[in-house]
């Protein structure tokens, strides 16, 4: 069974950057896509952004538009969400899930990761 490993959380202040990253094994890497969700406390999952088996990318969330970049290294069976200019509203438990397309977020995505904690307070 596939497996996720996110890593890369962490506190950052208001403005900062952090990369995340999700590490799949057990299988290649090459025919899924990725997608990245976050859920804040109190709050509904959300789809963030998802990157495809292919290389093309969908945002799911209109506030990480120009922010956040989505990228995938196969070599490394890595994908990596780059997010610049972070607001204390992206706090929240980031989560990366693997289908074999970008579904639409509230699909049934059969992998997950365990997600990992960004943190965005001054």
């Known amino acids: 069974q596939l497996q996720l490993v996110e890593s890369g959380g962490g506190l950052v202040q208001p403005g900062g950057s952090l990369r995340l990253s999700c590490a799949v094994s057990?299988?290649?890497?090459?025919?899924?896509?990725i997608g990245w969700f976050r859920q804040a406390p109190g709050k509904e999952r959300e789809g963030v952004l998802c990157i495809s088996s292919s290389g093309g990318s969908t945002t799911y969330a209109d506030s990480v538009k120009g922010r956040f970049t989505i990228s995938r290294d196969n070599a490394k069976n890595t994908v990596y969400l780059q997010m610049n200019s972070l607001k204390p509203e992206d706090t929240a438990v980031y989560y990366c899930?693997?289908?074999?397309?970008?579904?639409?977020?509230?699909?049934?995505?059969?992998?997950w990761g365990q997600g990992t904690q960004v943190t965005v307070a001054s």
């Open positions: 899930a693997a289908a074999f397309q970008c579904s639409a977020p509230k699909d049934p995505w059969p992998y």
């Open positions: 057990k299988y290649t890497l090459d025919y899924y896509a």
